[in-house]
């Protein structure tokens, strides 16, 4: 243990070494800093350049997990945990006992220090130096700032920057100069630690004993008090003297808080602490005395002088506490007596509070309240403002908002009456709906319903009345029940000859159980619009003598009657009509009659999924290599390896009566040859069935023909004939060619279904979900396969930050290691193979209560509209890791800010108060975006700008026109690239975390501009269009860079205000002329000569060039809308942190010269179609 200030002994003295990065060996020379291959330590990269596209692990139903990207790594650092901050005055403490950090200077240089705090609290002073003992040391007076992360000149240029925790690294900047010492924790709870301290010193300075001693958070001890006191009277207790209250009222109050906390825990805390107080009665002590529990003030310094953070010794007590009977501990005199009298089981006031600071305080929750509350032990107003604008990315707030939440989730009526949210209260926000990561505006249908049927997604069901595997499985209406219930808009139902002339429906060839047909469609008749109001599509696989189908007719007209849609589409109609106009009807898909067939029955070709299965299992038992094998054999690519795909033999044909075929209007089920014969021939009423292992070669072969396909016809994917035991392929592998109906065994949970339940929460959960724009545009360029950006869309950055986790039940099924639960969590992302990642944190050991990870991961998203989110908890097993819980979303569903996960079992049932806490920013490269979709900046090297290029199509007469565009584009990309480079170089002079928008970054400037009289040495004069930046005198060399970066910041801004109109109508209007081209592409190609391959590669490329177009008119569109926020953020930053120049008052209203931006920025383009 080290020795403390306290008690007279002075520093131990340290070796001084140069450290390989985490490493424990000592060198005597200087040496570079080494990566560490384990993702726990803070000092690992934050990004990893994975070769290839990392494959995504599936959690299905043991738990496994294969392939791991990266070593386990185990953290048992838990002491700062254990001592549960919750004030200034333990972090102070923890401060004055001292830490070990790494010392970060130029030239990728790392040394290991030991830092602490005088007991003074006037310096901070560190060993080994070669400095003399008075010059080790910065005074806490002469501190100016305590920045966090990542965010100066030396930790940017030093060769270790990758190598370095965002969240463990923070700086401390002092002196006349701005010098700044750069520091990195072991762990980010130890950096929050001096963090917060740092600041409260800073805050109150000579004062800050004074201050700790009477802000002790007195909201929450009174709430505290008044809660157990309530607890007394209804105990019958209310006179007389008082000795507490009954073991199981003071665990149900701590539950009523902390309802995760199991009782059985909460019991054995209390009688845990009896035990404890006993002892040290019978040893002549007094109170508990625990680190919590300590005085502020004066005590601080002789809880730590006598070594209060060793747990193997009972802490001193103060002369006062003495005199006062141990206020702070309930074990002593009376009390004492009164438990030897048989009152074993009551709880006194003063062990209710400590247990209660012990099971129900977060520091995570505190760290994150004292930086929003200026070190105060609650937000005010104001605070919760600035909370709610600048992290949770809300609009329009207001103080009656921040009121509103305080009423709403303050538990002390004190703090209610006040208009203060304490821990506790803050807390409950944090955990409630509204802070959930689900964007509740997804909750309902939000997306435009108005488009063709063929334009979006729909939730679809494979094999619906199986509720087992495939083969001999019963069959059972409960399938259809539950598939309706989640939104399922396409279910299947395979009808056969049954007993009695009644047609049943099951699986042929199997040993599956039938149901009755009639059974089936009163189930889907009364469930089928219980979930949504949109179109379902029933799958008919017609199997029936002629007979049977006129009872099929029968019960179809009877049971569905009025919802059945059976108008045929308009003669001329290219596209299906939408589910708006569809809505409240059940579409039949299945096989037609052609037209003009005018007898009562007609021959058509049998489907039977059924035979097929059967035939691969025969196939496989025998050891042939037909089936499966035929369709994965083949080699080379193009339409000749997909013909082979395509059932070899002669289909069956059977007789069809023509009452049933002409139910089937809009979803005629045909036989797929090729896309060259699809786009020739096929109308849009025709719907195509693949089998899985036919729609991965099409994705694969030719997935730009698959997505242009999907753009006019409904495709319906269907698993694979060898899948009997039910799993599913991966409905993102088919999602990203357009097809519309991917449909899965919904009986089999795991990964798939994962994905597929999350994806279509995204629109209401009603069934339909709206494809990318760039798979639906008639002329666009998507290739499924993409492994690089997507032309015409702006790659994003999602930032996520893992923060803890809540109540983490151990895995269904496990007893090896009791209730002990050893967590770590993986983040993954779903969508193109470009997007595609995992990251892992690592294993907080014995810990599903509250296990801090406090890890940061950073992934670019090359289509985000594509794109899913998957948190997955597990528990660290030696063999096998164990499955905790689960959460998917899709992208565009994220909330930014600080957010809490509620995790999912297997099963896909809710976890009672399971919980991940974690962070979330989404922007663009450069940092940029929408105001809710915080900032993002990345460091990168530096390189030659990247121009959208153009294609040749070897058409004279077209490429001529795309020659035009080539300035443009350049323009376009120089105007919003020097506008978003120059906020991103403001943001880092600035001092902030690399998740910022402009806003926090001239919050950062308030502290940090005030001279020696408290005068700020710069203003903002806002009563411009654009907000400038005016020094009030001299300026240090730090401020004037600042400046200087700013003004650069501005001119990059009113260049892409001013100039961006022209271009942007200029690029419109090539793109115009291009289209003309568009109708009569093809035969100008033949005319020029170009024959076979050229002319598709010419369509190719002139889709590409348009995508290009459209894309780069997108961007700098948005681009002025980003002007316009960033200005309103500087605006309204420079009146919160009073910074402005002749403007008083709040900002409660843009300046009109802002609401001139906004006007422009919004108008609808001109010349846009």
Same mark, same amino acid.
């Given at each position: 243990?080290?020795?403390?200030?306290?008690?007279?002994?002075?520093?131990?003295?340290?070796?001084?070494?140069?450290?390989?990065?985490?490493?424990?060996?000592?060198?005597?020379?200087?040496?570079?800093?080494?990566?560490?291959?384990?993702?726990?330590?803070?000092?690992?990269?934050?990004?990893?350049?994975?070769?290839?596209?990392?494959?995504?692990?599936?959690?299905?139903?043991?738990?496994?997990?294969?392939?791991?990207?990266?070593?386990?790594?185990?953290?048992?650092?838990?002491?700062?945990?254990?001592?549960?901050?919750?004030?200034?005055?333990?972090?102070?403490?923890?401060?004055?006992?001292?830490?070990?950090?790494?010392?970060?200077?130029?030239?990728?240089?790392?040394?290991?220090?030991?830092?602490?705090?005088?007991?003074?609290?006037?310096?901070?002073?560190?060993?080994?130096?070669?400095?003399?003992?008075?010059?080790?040391?910065?005074?806490?007076?002469?501190?100016?700032?305590?920045?966090?992360?990542?965010?100066?000149?030396?930790?940017?240029?030093?060769?270790?920057?990758?190598?370095?925790?965002?969240?463990?690294?923070?700086?401390?900047?002092?002196?006349?100069?701005?010098?700044?010492?750069?520091?990195?924790?072991?762990?980010?709870?130890?950096?929050?630690?001096?963090?917060?301290g740092l600041r409260y010193l800073i805050l109150y300075g000579k004062h800050a004993i004074d201050m700790m001693a009477s802000s002790e958070d007195s909201l929450r001890l009174a709430w505290l008090a008044e809660t157990f006191s309530s607890m007394v009277v209804s105990d019958g207790q209310g006179g007389g003297e008082v000795v507490g209250i009954s073991l199981r009222s003071a665990v149900g109050l701590i539950r009523s808080v902390n309802p995760g906390v199991r009782s059985e825990k909460?019991?054995?805390?209390?009688?845990?602490?009896?035990?404890?107080?006993?002892?040290?009665?019978?040893?002549?002590?007094?109170?508990?005395?625990? !680190?919590?529990?300590?005085?502020?003030?004066?005590?601080?310094?002789?809880?730590?002088?006598?070594?209060?953070?060793?747990?193997?010794?009972?802490?001193?007590?103060?002369?006062?506490?003495?005199?006062?009977?141990?206020?702070?501990?309930?074990?002593?005199?009376?009390?004492?007596?009164?438990?030897?009298?048989?009152?074993?089981?009551?709880?006194?006031?003063?062990?209710?509070?400590?247990?209660?600071?012990?099971?129900?305080?977060?520091?995570?929750?505190?760290?994150?309240?004292?930086?929003?509350?200026?070190?105060?032990?609650?937000?005010?107003?104001?605070?919760?403002?600035?909370?709610?604008?600048?992290?949770?990315?809300?609009?329009?707030?207001?103080?009656?908002?921040?009121?509103?939440?305080?009423?709403?989730?303050?538990?002390?009526?004190?703090?209610?009456?006040?208009?203060?949210?304490?821990?506790?209260?803050?807390?409950?926000?944090?955990?409630?709906?509204?802070?959930?990561?689900?964007?509740?505006?997804?909750?309902?249908?939000?997306?435009?319903?108005?488009?063709?049927?063929?334009?979006?997604?729909?939730?679809?069901?494979?094999?619906?009345?199986?509720?087992?595997?495939?083969?001999?499985?019963?069959?059972?209406?409960?399938?259809?029940?539950?598939?309706?219930?989640?939104?399922?808009?396409?279910?299947?139902?395979?009808?056969?000859?049954?007993?009695?002339?009644?047609?049943?429906?099951?699986?042929?060839?199997?040993?599956?159980?039938?149901?009755?047909?009639?059974?089936?469609?009163?189930?889907?008749?009364?469930?089928?619009?219980?979930?949504?109001?949109?179109?379902?599509?029933?799958?008919?696989?017609?199997?029936?003598?002629?007979?049977?189908?006129?009872?099929?007719?029968?019960?179809?007209?009877?049971?569905?009657?009025?919802?059945?849609?059976?108008?045929?589409?308009?003669?001329?109609?290219?596209?299906?009509?939408?589910?708006?106009?569809?809505?409240?009807?059940?579409?039949?898909?299945?096989?037609?009659?052609?037209?003009?067939?005018?007898?009562?029955?007609?021959?058509?070709?049998?489907?039977?999924?059924?035979?097929?299965?059967?035939?691969?299992?025969?196939?496989?038992?025998?050891?042939?290599?037909?089936?499966?094998? !035929?369709?994965?054999?083949?080699?080379?690519?193009?339409?000749?390896?997909?013909?082979?795909?395509?059932?070899?033999?002669?289909?069956?044909?059977?007789?069809?009566?023509?009452?049933?075929?002409?139910?089937?209007?809009?979803?005629?089920?045909?036989?797929?040859?090729?896309?060259?014969?699809?786009?020739?021939?096929?109308?849009?009423?025709?719907?195509?069935?693949?089998?899985?292992?036919?729609?991965?070669?099409?994705?694969?072969?030719?997935?730009?023909?698959?997505?242009?396909?999907?753009?006019?016809?409904?495709?319906?994917?269907?698993?694979?004939?060898m899948r009997i035991d039910s799993s599913n392929m991966n409905p993102q592998d088919l999602w990203k060619c357009g097809c519309q109906i991917v449909a899965l065994n919904y009986q089999t949970p795991g990964l798939m279904m994962d994905l597929n339940i999350a994806w279509f929460r995204q629109n209401g959960n009603c069934g339909y979900v709206l494809r990318p724009a760039i798979m639906r545009q008639e002329v666009s360029y998507f290739s499924a396969d993409t492994r690089d950006s997507v032309p015409g869309v702006s790659p994003q950055l999602l930032h996520?930050?893992?923060?803890?986790?809540?109540?983490?039940?151990?895995?269904?099924?496990?007893?090896?290691?009791?209730?002990?639960?050893?967590?770590?969590?993986?983040?993954?992302?779903?969508?193109?193979?470009?997007?595609?990642?995992?990251?892992?944190?690592?294993?907080?050991?014995?810990?599903?209560?509250?296990?801090?990870?406090?890890?940061?991961?950073?992934?670019?998203?090359?289509?985000?509209?594509?794109?899913?989110?998957?948190?997955?908890?597990?528990?660290?097993?030696?063999?096998?890791?164990?499955?905790?819980?689960?959460?998917?979303?899709?992208?565009?569903?994220?909330?930014?800010?600080?957010?809490?996960?509620?995790?999912?079992?297997?099963?896909?049932?809710?976890?009672?108060?399971?919980?991940?806490?974690?962070?979330?920013?989404?922007?663009?490269?450069?940092?940029?975006?929408?105001?809710?979709?915080?900032?993002?900046?990345?460091?990168?090297?530096?390189?030659?700008?990247?121009?959208?290029?153009?294609?040749?199509?070897?058409?004279?007469?077209?490429?001529?026109?795309?020659?035009?565009?080539?300035?443009?584009?350049?323009?376009?990309?120089?105007?919003?690239?020097?506008?978003?480079?120059?906020?991103?170089?403001?943001?880092?002079?600035?001092?902030?975390?690399?998740?910022?928008?402009?806003?926090?970054?001239?919050?950062?400037?308030?502290?940090?501009?005030?001279?020696?009289?408290?005068?700020?040495?710069?203003?903002?004069?806002?009563?411009?269009?654009?907000?400038?930046?005016?020094?009030?005198?001299?300026?240090?060399?730090?401020?004037?860079?600042?400046?200087?970066?700013?003004?650069?910041?501005?001119?990059?801004?009113?260049?892409?205000?001013?100039?961006?109109?022209?271009?942007?109508?200029?690029?419109?209007?090539?793109?115009?002329?291009?289209?003309?081209?568009?109708?009569?592409?093809?035969?100008?190609?033949?005319?020029?000569?170009?024959?076979?391959?050229? !002319?598709?590669?010419?369509?190719?490329?002139?889709?590409?060039?348009?995508?290009?177009?459209?894309?780069?008119?997108?961007?700098?569109?948005?681009?002025?809308?980003?002007?316009?926020?960033?200005?309103?953020?500087?605006?309204?930053?420079?009146?919160?942190?009073?910074?402005?120049?002749?403007?008083?008052?709040?900002?409660?209203?843009?300046?009109?010269?802002?609401?001139?931006?906004?006007?422009?920025?919004?108008?609808?383009?001109?010349?846009?179609?």
């Amino acid at each position: 243990m080290k020795p403390s200030p306290g008690n007279g002994v002075s520093l131990e003295r340290h070796r001084e070494e140069l450290l390989s990065n985490g490493g424990c060996g000592v060198s005597d020379t200087v040496t570079a800093v080494q990566p560490e291959t384990g993702p726990g330590s803070p000092m690992t990269g934050e990004t990893t350049d994975a070769k290839g596209i990392p494959r995504r692990s599936s959690i299905i139903k043991d738990g496994s997990r294969a392939g791991r990207e990266r070593k386990k790594t185990v953290s048992f650092s838990r002491s700062l945990s254990e001592r549960k901050i919750s004030s200034a005055a333990d972090c102070i403490s923890a401060m004055m006992e001292g830490t070990e950090f790494r010392k970060v200077r130029s030239n990728s240089r790392v040394y290991q220090r030991y830092y602490l705090l005088e007991s003074g609290l006037q310096a901070l002073r560190w060993e080994p130096s070669k400095k003399e003992s008075d010059k080790a040391c910065i005074a806490v007076p002469s501190i100016r700032e305590v920045r966090t992360g990542r965010n100066t000149e030396t930790f940017r240029t030093n060769g270790v920057y990758d190598q370095i925790s965002e969240d463990c690294a923070f700086s401390i900047i002092y002196g006349e100069t701005y010098e700044a010492l750069d520091l990195v924790a072991n762990s980010a709870e130890v950096a929050n630690v001096w963090v917060t301290g740092l600041r409260y010193l800073i805050l109150y300075g000579k004062h800050a004993i004074d201050m700790m001693a009477s802000s002790e958070d007195s909201l929450r001890l009174a709430w505290l008090a008044e809660t157990f006191s309530s607890m007394v009277v209804s105990d019958g207790q209310g006179g007389g003297e008082v000795v507490g209250i009954s073991l199981r009222s003071a665990v149900g109050l701590i539950r009523s808080v902390n309802p995760g906390v199991r009782s059985e825990k909460v019991e054995h805390r209390f009688k845990e602490l009896h035990r404890v107080k006993e002892r040290m009665n019978g040893a002549g002590t007094s109170g508990v005395g625990t !680190v919590a529990e300590a005085k502020v003030g004066s005590s601080v310094v002789a809880v730590i002088g006598s070594g209060a953070g060793d747990e193997d010794r009972a802490p001193a007590v103060t002369e006062a506490e003495e005199r006062d009977g141990g206020e702070s501990g309930s074990g002593t005199g009376a009390n004492a007596d009164n438990r030897k009298g048989g009152i074993e089981d009551r709880v006194t006031k003063e062990e209710f509070i400590e247990v209660f600071h012990d099971l129900c305080t977060r520091p995570e929750i505190y760290f994150l309240l004292v930086q929003f509350s200026s070190n105060k032990e609650y937000l005010d107003t104001k605070d919760l403002m600035r909370f709610l604008e600048v992290e949770q990315g809300m609009a329009q707030v207001t103080e009656d908002t921040s009121l509103e939440l305080i009423q709403s989730h303050e538990p002390s009526e004190e703090g209610r009456r006040q208009g203060c949210l304490s821990l506790d209260g803050f807390t409950r926000y944090l955990t409630s709906l509204e802070c959930h990561l689900f964007d509740p505006e997804h909750s309902q249908v939000c997306q435009d319903m108005s488009q063709p049927l063929s334009h979006y997604y729909i939730n679809s069901s494979h094999n619906t009345y199986l509720i087992e595997d495939q083969f001999k499985g019963p069959a059972d209406i409960t399938g259809y029940i539950r598939a309706l219930k989640m939104g399922c808009r396409c279910v299947e139902v395979d009808v056969w000859d049954g007993p009695s002339d009644e047609p049943v429906v099951y699986t042929s060839h199997t040993l599956t159980s039938p149901v009755k047909f009639h059974c089936v469609l009163d189930v889907i008749g009364r469930f089928a619009f219980e979930a949504s109001e949109f179109p379902l599509i029933l799958c008919v696989e017609n199997h029936c003598s002629p007979f049977q189908q006129r009872v099929m007719l029968q019960h179809l007209r009877r049971i569905l009657g009025e919802k059945l849609y059976t108008k045929p589409l308009r003669e001329g109609e290219v596209y299906l009509p939408s589910p708006n106009a569809l809505r409240g009807k059940i579409l039949l898909k299945g096989q037609k009659l052609e037209e003009g067939c005018g007898g009562a029955e007609g021959d058509v070709t049998d489907e039977d999924e059924g035979a097929e299965m059967c035939q691969r299992m025969k196939a496989g038992n025998s050891g042939e290599g037909a089936g499966e094998g !035929v369709q994965k054999g083949g080699g080379g690519g193009g339409t000749s390896s997909i013909k082979s795909l395509t059932p070899p033999t002669t289909p069956k044909r059977f007789q069809l009566l023509k009452e049933l075929s002409d139910l089937v209007t809009l979803c005629k089920s045909v036989r797929f040859t090729d896309f060259q014969m699809s786009f020739s021939i096929q109308k849009p009423w025709e719907l195509c069935s693949f089998n899985e292992t036919l729609a991965l070669r099409c994705a694969s072969e030719r997935p730009g023909d698959f997505v242009n396909y999907n753009k006019r016809f409904l495709s319906r994917v269907y698993p694979s004939a060898m899948r009997i035991d039910s799993s599913n392929m991966n409905p993102q592998d088919l999602w990203k060619c357009g097809c519309q109906i991917v449909a899965l065994n919904y009986q089999t949970p795991g990964l798939m279904m994962d994905l597929n339940i999350a994806w279509f929460r995204q629109n209401g959960n009603c069934g339909y979900v709206l494809r990318p724009a760039i798979m639906r545009q008639e002329v666009s360029y998507f290739s499924a396969d993409t492994r690089d950006s997507v032309p015409g869309v702006s790659p994003q950055l999602l930032h996520v930050k893992v923060i803890s986790g809540q109540n983490l039940p151990r895995p269904r099924g496990s007893g090896a290691k009791g209730d002990v639960v050893d967590p770590y969590v993986y983040v993954e992302i779903h969508g193109i193979p470009a997007d595609c990642a995992e990251r892992r944190t690592r294993t907080v050991m014995q810990n599903g209560d509250n296990p801090i990870f406090d890890e940061s991961f950073e992934f670019q998203i090359n289509l985000p509209e594509l794109a899913m989110v998957r948190f997955v908890v597990l528990d660290d097993e030696f063999i096998g890791d164990e499955f905790i819980g689960q959460y998917t979303i899709p992208l565009e569903c994220l909330q930014p800010g600080y957010r809490h996960i509620p995790l999912q079992s297997l099963m896909g049932e809710d976890l009672p108060y399971a919980m991940l806490f974690v962070h979330v920013a989404l922007t663009n490269r450069r940092g940029g975006g929408k105001p809710y979709k915080r900032g993002l900046s990345v460091r990168k090297a530096r390189r030659g700008r990247d121009y959208a290029a153009l294609r040749d199509l070897g058409i004279k007469e077209v490429d001529e026109v795309f020659k035009m565009a080539g300035p443009q584009l350049k323009e376009a990309t120089d105007l919003r690239e020097n506008m978003q480079n120059s906020v991103a170089v403001f943001r880092e002079l600035c001092g902030v975390s690399a998740v910022a928008n402009l806003m926090q970054c001239v919050l950062a400037l308030g502290s940090r501009v005030v001279g020696a009289d408290g005068d700020p040495l710069m203003l903002f004069e806002l009563r411009e269009q654009y907000p400038s930046m005016e020094p009030q005198g001299p300026l240090p060399d730090v401020l004037r860079r600042v400046v200087s970066t700013y003004e650069t910041m501005i001119q990059a801004s009113r260049a892409v205000m001013e100039l961006s109109d022209g271009v942007y109508d200029r690029i419109l209007q090539i793109q115009t002329t291009a289209m003309k081209f568009h109708e009569t592409l093809h035969s100008i190609a033949v005319k020029e000569g170009l024959k076979d391959r050229k !002319v598709t590669r010419a369509v190719e490329s002139f889709s590409w060039n348009i995508t290009i177009l459209k894309g780069q008119a997108d961007l700098l569109k948005r681009a002025m809308t980003e002007v316009q926020e960033n200005m309103k953020q500087v605006h309204y930053a420079a009146l919160t942190s009073n910074l402005s120049k002749g403007v008083t008052g709040e900002a409660t209203r843009p300046r009109r010269s802002l609401d001139t931006i906004q006007e422009r920025a919004t108008a609808p383009a001109r010349g846009s179609t």
